[in-house]
């Protein structure tokens, strides 16, 4: 996504209307002013922030999005919607585009990042809140690099800052209940 290949923009195509109606968002509002990725904590990192999202989505170019890493570097740290004059939820436009990268069967761009936020809504459906040793052990599993931050690990285990076992939160059924609801799971 380094670049705009306008050679299969499409901007009547009926996939603008499917990013507004997942996000609830009007990505035709946006103006281009940038002011989005001027306060993007992640925009250095990829391959463009989330003002370049915005046009790609504009001129119809969901795949260039979705194949991207722009979406899953997204920390959904919320600057972008606060700074937005147009007063579009741009966190939530790329949350949206995370679960439609991951309905269409997309390999992740960021398979580290996409694995990670999948152990984590895991955990949280299951208990109710994170358990750090168990989502750091499966992550590390899950991505090949079994003794990564291994050193770092023992330390904080050792100091008491790492749980052996998970903990539940009192009412669990309740956060149950919301992943169900919101469709649960990860993004
Ligand atoms: S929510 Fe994502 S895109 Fe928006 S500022 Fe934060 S990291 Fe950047
Ligand atoms: S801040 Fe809003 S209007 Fe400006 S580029 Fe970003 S999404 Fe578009």
């Known amino acids: 996504m380094e670049r705009i290949n306008l050679t299969q923009a499409n901007t009547n195509s009926a996939l603008l209307a499917k990013v507004t109606r ?29 003002r370049l999202v915005m046009r790609l989505l504009q001129f119809g170019l969901l795949d260039q999005v979705l194949s991207g890493k722009a979406i899953w570097l997204c920390a959904a740290c919320g600057i972008c919607t606060v700074r937005c004059p147009r007063e579009i939820d741009v966190a939530k436009v790329m949350e949206s585009l995370r679960r439609m990268a991951r309905q269409t069967g997309q390999r992740p761009a960021e398979p580290a990042v996409a694995a990670f936020e999948d152990l ?68």
């Open 22 to 50: 997942e996000s609830g968002q009007d990505i035709s509002a946006c103006y281009q002013c940038g002011k989005c990725t001027a306060g993007c904590l992640m925009a250095g990192a990829g391959d463009g922030g989330p």
């Open 120 to 187: 984590f809504l895991t955990c949280v459906s299951r208990h109710g809140r994170m358990h750090e040793l168990g989502v750091m052990v499966a992550h590390n599993i899950k991505t090949g690099r079994p003794f990564k931050d291994a050193d770092l690990g023992q330390k904080l285990f050792f100091r008491g800052k790492l749980r052996l076992l998970p903990s539940r939160v009192r009412k669990v059924a309740a956060v149950k209940q919301l992943f169900a609801r919101t469709g649960g799971g990860a993004a």
